[in-house]
């Protein structure tokens, strides 16, 4: 079973800065694209962020210039540097990984998509 853990979330006053994490564990064989998804209450879920395996990123235009997304491929391991935060950062973030190749019990290799449970990030004074 691949699982995907989050980290890092928290209260935060205005202006400052989290760092989240996201652990993949399993008979994992490669993990391409990973990225970070928010919900806000009452929104619907919203991509934040998204870095290739290759190191390739992408990011919503209401965080560029204030967030940064990174990977550690060797420790299935990604990123989200959060500076300069605002009240309208408030949300539940998940991380998610739309093509991950596991080993197969039998032999050979499947893909999937899994995705965290979310860690909450909260931005108030």
């Known amino acids: 079973q691949v699982q995907l853990v989050e980290s890092g979330g928290g209260l935060v006053q205005p202006g400052g800065s989290l760092r989240l994490s996201c652990a993949a564990s399993?008979?994992?064989?490669?993990?391409?694209?990973m990225g970070w998804y928010r919900q806000a209450p009452g929104k619907q879920r919203e991509l934040v962020a998204v870095?290739?395996?290759?190191?390739?990123?992408n990011y919503a235009d209401s965080v560029k210039g204030r967030f940064s997304i990174s990977r550690d491929n060797a420790k299935n391991t990604v990123y989200l540097q959060m500076n300069s935060l605002k009240p309208e950062d408030t949300a539940v973030y998940y991380c998610n990984a739309p093509d991950i190749v596991i080993m197969r019990p039998g032999g050979g290799t499947r893909s999937l998509e899994v995705w965290g449970q979310g860690t909450l990030v909260t931005v108030s004074s």
């Open positions: 870095i290739t395996r290759g190191g390739s990123t």
């Open positions: 399993g008979s994992i064989f490669s993990i391409n694209a």
